[in-house]
């Protein structure tokens, strides 16, 4: 160390203990599941599974079955935006007190809400809401405004709380209503983080829409559970196709929008 240097800082053990226990559970998870890999790899599991994904083959085209399946592709769609627009106003409304902007005692318990909403996965969350709204999409919908609240809600508020304090603080000084600073110089800040937080909810929601289909919530996934169920593996196949191209449409949709909005 060179004269007049300050000392270097103690190093701390404990990111080397938290990188060891991460190891450790890995290593503990592999020994702890049967996985039998070899079983995967036999001749006879690769003809089977050759002969199941052979049943899928040709697809099935016909006009009629081919119009029923875009209906679905809509109602699928339909239910990841409206789902994801419900979920960022209610996740803005929960993160205005979550980062503690409308005092100190709501901050806690707004969070704990925040983190059951997230916690709870949208099929659960659907499972629940079909016995209030029965079958159909507005289940789905529900249950996917629910669940990406809690995310969108957790997000939005740690993207308020690290932007900058001197801007509306500046304002407020100079006679501002606390509205107006905010809605002129701290959300201005958290904006392009907010709108890229919820474009990636929306791919999620696209995926996650088609799956709630299999517990009765509409679109393509109740679409794709009832042809799978009767072995209809042609007319499932026209219905997985569906779901890759809505999933491609929708990434490749918000990459551009995400390009647009950082430039």
Do not use: C
């Not at 559970?25 to 995967?40: D, E, K, R, Y």
């Not at 409304?93 to 100190?104: H, V």
């Not at 304002?171 to 990636?200: C, D, K, V």
Request: charged fraction near 10%; hydrophobic fraction near 55%; avoid cysteine.
């Amino acid at each position: 160390m060179k004269p007049g240097m300050p000392p270097p800082p103690p190093r701390s053990i404990g990111t080397p203990l938290l990188l060891l226990a991460l190891l450790l559970l890995v290593v503990a998870s592999f020994a702890s599941l049967p996985l039998q890999w070899a079983a995967f790899f036999t001749p006879e599991a690769i003809t089977s599974a050759g002969e199941f994904l052979a049943g899928f083959s040709p697809p099935e085209m016909a006009p009629a079955f081919l119009m029923k399946t875009l209906v679905a592709l809509w109602e699928t769609l339909a239910m990841s935006l409206v789902g994801t627009l419900l979920a960022v106003i209610g996740g803005l409304l929960l993160a205005l007190p979550g980062s503690g902007r409308l005092g100190a005692p709501l901050r806690v318990p707004v969070r704990v809400l925040l983190n059951v909403l997230r916690s709870i996965p949208e099929l659960v969350w659907a499972a629940l809401l079909l016995v209030a709204a029965g079958l159909g999409p507005l289940a789905g919908t529900l249950a996917l405004a629910a669940h990406t609240s809690g995310v969108l809600g957790r997000l939005f508020a740690d993207a308020l709380e690290n932007t900058e304090p001197q801007p509306e603080a500046a304002l407020r000084n100079n006679g501002a209503a606390p509205l107006a600073a905010f809605l002129y110089a701290t959300l201005p800040q958290a904006l392009p983080q907010m709108l890229s937080y919820s474009l990636y909810r929306w791919e999620n929601n696209i995926r996650a829409a088609a799956v709630l289909g299999v517990v009765g919530a509409g679109g393509l996934g109740q679409m794709l559970k009832y042809h799978l169920s009767l072995f209809q593996m042609q007319s499932a196949a026209t219905v997985v196709i569906a779901m890759l191209l809505l999933v491609a449409a929708v990434d490749a949709a918000s990459f551009a929008l995400r390009r647009a909005l950082t430039r």
